[in-house]
C-alpha cells in the first residue's frame, strides 16, 4: 500500500514536472517570437535605441502593446480592430504627450474674424452620404511625428479644403509656418494650440504659404518670414458650427472640410487598424483632427470620415472612420463639442 502511494507520488511529481517544464518551454518560445516580431517591426519603422537598456524597455512595452491588441482582436465584440503600428513601443502617456496637442478652449473670447451666424444653419440639401477625397478637396496624409501640433494639421487641412472649393486648386500648404511663426497667443508649436487661433493668425497674416516652399520639420524653430511672406491661400474669416449638434456638423461637413476637436486619449484610439471606432473615449479634448465626410456602414452604423496626422501607417490609411449620430449630444470622443472652419 505504502509502494502503491509512493508510486503515485512519484507519478504526479513526473507530470507536474512536465508540465511546468512544458509551460516554461511555451513561454520561452512565445518570448522569442515577440522578439522576433519586435526586431522586425524596429526594421520596418527604422527604430534605433540607444543601448540595451533602453531597447529592453521599449521591448517591454512592445510586447504589452502587441498582447493587448491580440487580446482585443479575439474578443472579436467591437466592430473595429487594432494593429501594430509605428507606436507600438510606446505607452500611452508617452503617446498622448508627443502626438496630440490640441488646448481645450475655456472659454470664448471675442474675435473679429469669426462669425457668430451659421452659415449653413438652414442648408437642407444634405447629401447621405460624402467623401471630400472624391473631389479632390483633400490632400495626402501628413505626419506630425512627436511634435504636439496637431491643431496646425487640422486647421490647414480644413483650409486647403475651402482653398479648393473657392479656387478650383488643390494646394498643400505649410503646417510649420503655423508652428514657427504663430506663437504670439495660445498657440505654442509643439507644446500645443488651438485651431480656431490658427485661423486668426493666418487672417491676420493674409494667407499661408505652401508645403513645399516651408516644408514640415516637426520641431519648433524660428519664423521664417521670407519664406512665409510667400502665401499661397488666404482666408478671409471663420466660424464655429453650433456646439453639441452632430446634426449641424453633417450641414457643415456636407459642404467644406471641417475642423474638430476630439478626445483621443484611449489606449484603443492609439491602436486603431480599421473599422468603425465605438471607443469609451471621454470629452478632455486634446487632439485636433479634421472630419473630411460622413457615411453609412453596412450595418446600418452611420460614422464620420476623419482625417488624422499620425502617417499612414496608422488607421485606414492615416484615417479613422467614428461613430456618428450617437446619444450623448457631444459625439463619439467630443467630436461635436467645438468645430469650426474658415471661410473664403
Known amino acids: 500500500m505504502a509502494l502503491l502511494l509512493h508510486n503515485k507520488l512519484v507519478l504526479m511529481a513526473m507530470l507536474l514536472v512536465t508540465l511546468w517544464a512544458s509551460q516554461s518551454w511555451s513561454r520561452s518560445l512565445h518570448e522569442a517570437s515577440m522578439e522576433l516580431r519586435h526586431k522586425t ?42 494593429g501594430i503600428n509605428a507606436f507600438t513601443d510606446l505607452t500611452n502617456e508617452e503617446f498622448r504627450a508627443s502626438h496630440n496637442g490640441y488646448t481645450m478652449s475655456m472659454s470664448s473670447h471675442q474675435s473679429s474674424y469669426r462669425t457668430k451666424s451659421f452659415r449653413y444653419e438652414n442648408v437642407t440639401a444634405v447629401p447621405p452620404s460624402l467623401d471630400w477625397r472624391t473631389k479632390g478637396a483633400v490632400t495626402h496624409i501628413k505626419d506630425q511625428g512627436q511634435c504636439g501640433c496637431c491643431w496646425a494639421f487640422s486647421a490647414v487641412a480644413a ?27 495660445m498657440d505654442q508649436g509643439c507644446e500645443g494650440g488651438l485651431m480656431d487661433d490658427a485661423f486668426e493668425f493666418i487672417i491676420e497674416n493674409n494667407g499661408l504659404t505652401t508645403e513645399a516652399n516651408y516644408p514640415y520639420e516637426g520641431v519648433d524653430g524660428s519664423c521664417n518670414t521670407r519664406k512665409a511672406a510667400n502665401h499661397a491661400a488666404k482666408i478671409t474669416g471663420y466660424e464655429n458650427v453650433p ?19 476630439i478626445d483621443a486619449g484611449e489606449s484603443a484610439f492609439q491602436h486603431y487598424s480599421s473599422g468603425i471606432f465605438t471607443g469609451d473615449c471621454g470629452t478632455e479634448l486634446d487632439h485636433g483632427v479634421t472630419v473630411v465626410g460622413y457615411g453609412t456602414s453596412d450595418d446600418g452604423t452611420k460614422y464620420w470620415l476623419v482625417k488624422n496626422s499620425w502617417g499612414t501607417s496608422w488607421g485606414e490609411d492615416g484615417y479613422i472612420r467614428m461613430e456618428r449620430d450617437i446619444d450623448a449630444k457631444e459625439g463619439l470622443c467630443g467630436i461635436a463639442m467645438e468645430p469650426s472652419y474658415p471661410t473664403a
Do not use: H
Open 41 to 82: 517591426w524596429m526594421t520596418q519603422y527604422g527604430r534605433v535605441y540607444k543601448g540595451n537598456v533602453e531597447k529592453e524597455k521599449r521591448f517591454k512595452i512592445f510586447k504589452e502593446n502587441v498582447e493587448f491588441i491580440e487580446s482585443f482582436n479575439n474578443n472579436g465584440n467591437k466592430p473595429y480592430k487594432l
Open 159 to 185: 483650409m486647403e479644403g475651402i482653398t479648393k472649393l473657392s479656387t478650383g486648386t488643390l494646394i498643400s500648404l505649410s503646417e510649420q509656418e503655423l508652428v514657427d511663426c504663430d506663437t504670439s497667443g
Open 243 to 261: 456646439a453639441y449638434d452632430e446634426e449641424a456638423l453633417r450641414k457643415a461637413v456636407a459642404n467644406q472640410p471641417v475642423s474638430v476637436a
